[in-house]
């Protein structure tokens, strides 16, 4: 089979997958999960939430304590790494610092005994699949950080995966690369028509890239669902907070969330009619380019302790009726952009 014609995309399913470290510590709490084939999944979590744990049993570099890994309907839970049809990409790239690109890229197969003439054709054709062909006597030194992510992807695709899995790919890139490399990475995932799925802390990346985000916390998933349905109905207060741009606030006995950018503000003294409203009193105001986030106090006997609600607002607007430190404003949303919040899982 030609390594230009890429494998199919296999779904994978994730069944009540646990990992326990020792006997007491459940780092992955019977999660269940369906990534579909040839999707963009992020896994996506604050530090310690068992995202990388989840990977690593994809992968087959970590065991499973209970639960099933099913890759196109095969259960690969007790296969061995090499033969799961899943690769991984690390965050450091792991490239052997002596060996050149096509050599780095044809080193798995050195391994599985293919002879030298085979294997440096078949990584001379993937490294012209990214683009560096033409680099390939290079060592990872003489390469940016751009090009060594091309040939550790490269060298993932050489063992024909049907799941690519990529952890912290972007991490060590500074923000300008990290933004353009992300942009590289949907565009291989949608070229290859692969499965990718992707561990990241950062809410912008996954936003970015994915077709289905996981939003996962102590090892239990919180919410999984395309970035616009995560953002725009968080399920919980854990997942509203974390997605960030978003106010918790008590309402007839109900935790809701109201986006910061669908609270509008207005002078003290007038009235917000039969919408919802707080009064407060402007504690930040950070101008952010194309809008302005304002931080706002509120001055509700009924929100002790004092809350801060953030506001965002179009320059355009802000620059109309500019808003002073300590000005008192009153807030108001209308009913529907509130959204009712179910309990944490955790
Ligand atoms: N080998 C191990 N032995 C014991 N505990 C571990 C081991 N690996 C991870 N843990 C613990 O399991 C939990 C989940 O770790 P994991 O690395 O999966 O989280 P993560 O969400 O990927 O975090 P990060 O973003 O910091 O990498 C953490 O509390 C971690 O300390």
Same mark, same amino acid.
């Given at each position: 089979?030609?390594?230009?014609k890429p494998p199919a995309a296999s779904a994978l399913e994730l069944?009540?997958?646990?990992?326990?470290?020792?006997?007491?510590?459940?780092?992955?709490?019977?999660?269940?999960l369906r990534i579909a084939a040839g999707s963009y999944c992020c896994? !996506?979590?604050?530090?310690?939430?068992?995202?990388?744990?989840?990977?690593?049993?994809i992968?087959?570099?970590?065991?499973?304590?209970?639960?099933?890994i099913l890759l196109g309907g095969r259960n690969i839970?007790?296969?061995?790494?090499?033969?799961r049809g899943t690769a991984? *990409?690390?965050?450091?790239?792991?490239? +052997?610092?002596?060996?050149?690109? =096509?050599?780095?890229?044809?080193?798995?197969?050195? *391994?599985?005994?293919?002879?030298?003439?085979?294997?440096?054709?078949?990584?001379?054709?993937?490294?012209?699949?990214?683009?560096?062909?033409?680099?390939?006597?290079?060592?990872?030194?003489?390469?940016?950080?751009?090009?060594?992510?091309?040939?550790? $992807?490269?060298?993932?695709l050489?063992?024909q995966p049907q799941v690519l899995l990529? %952890?912290?790919?972007?991490?060590?890139?500074?923000?300008?690369?990290?933004?353009?490399?992300?942009?590289?990475?949907?565009?291989w995932q949608q070229e290859l028509g692969l499965t990718f799925i992707h561990?990241?802390?950062?809410?912008?990346?996954? *936003?970015?890239?994915a077709d289905q *985000?996981v939003?996962?916390?102590?090892?239990?998933?919180?919410?999984a669902?395309s970035?616009?349905?995560?953002?725009?109905?968080?399920?919980?207060? +854990?997942?509203?907070?974390?997605?960030?741009?978003?106010?918790? $606030?008590?309402?007839?006995?109900?935790?809701?969330?109201?986006?910061?950018?669908? /609270?509008?503000?207005?002078?003290?003294?007038?009235?917000?009619? %039969?919408?919802?409203?707080?009064?407060?009193?402007?504690?930040? /105001?950070?101008?952010?380019?194309?809008?302005? !986030? !304002?931080?706002?106090?509120?001055?509700?006997?009924?929100?002790?302790?004092?809350?801060?609600?953030?506001?965002? =607002?179009?320059?355009?607007? +802000?620059?109309?009726?500019?808003?002073? !430190?300590?000005?008192?404003?009153? =807030?108001?949303?209308?009913?529907?952009?509130?959204?009712?919040?179910?309990?944490?899982?955790?």
């Amino acid at each position: 089979m030609s390594l230009t014609k890429p494998p199919a995309a296999s779904a994978l399913e994730l069944v009540g997958l646990t990992k326990r470290y020792g006997n007491a510590f459940t780092a992955v709490d019977a999660i269940d999960l369906r990534i579909a084939a040839g999707s963009y999944c992020c896994l !996506l979590g604050p530090s310690g939430c068992g995202k990388s744990s989840t990977l690593r049993m994809i992968a087959g570099h970590e065991t499973v304590s209970e639960g099933d890994i099913l890759l196109g309907g095969r259960n690969i839970t007790q296969a061995p790494a090499a033969q799961r049809g899943t690769a991984m *990409m690390f965050q450091s790239y792991a490239l +052997f610092p002596h060996l050149s690109a =096509l050599d780095n890229v044809a080193f798995s197969l050195k *391994m599985k005994g293919i002879g030298k003439a085979e294997r440096q054709r078949k990584a001379q054709e993937l490294l012209e699949r990214v683009a560096l062909g033409a680099l390939a006597q290079r060592k990872p030194a003489e390469l940016s950080g751009g090009q060594q992510q091309r040939v550790a $992807l490269a060298r993932a695709l050489i063992t024909q995966p049907q799941v690519l899995l990529l %952890d912290e790919p972007l991490s060590a890139l500074d923000p300008f690369l990290r933004v353009q490399m992300r942009a590289e990475l949907r565009r291989w995932q949608q070229e290859l028509g692969l499965t990718f799925i992707h561990v990241t802390h950062s809410q912008e990346e996954a *936003m970015a890239l994915a077709d289905q *985000m996981v939003v996962m916390n102590q090892g239990r998933i919180e919410q999984a669902g395309s970035p616009r349905e995560v953002f725009n109905q968080p399920a919980t207060e +854990f997942v509203a907070n974390f997605m960030g741009g978003h106010n918790v $606030l008590d309402s007839g006995g109900q935790r809701i969330a109201v986006r910061s950018d669908r /609270i509008a503000v207005h002078h003290i003294a007038s009235l917000a009619g %039969d919408l919802p409203s707080l009064e407060g009193q402007v504690c930040d /105001i950070e101008y952010q380019g194309s809008h302005v !986030l !304002l931080g706002v106090e509120t001055l509700d006997a009924a929100s002790a302790p004092r809350k801060k609600l953030l506001v965002t =607002l179009p320059e355009a607007e +802000f620059l109309q009726q500019p808003l002073g !430190l300590h000005q008192p404003v009153r =807030l108001s949303w209308r009913p529907e952009q509130a959204h009712v919040l179910a309990a944490s899982s955790v």
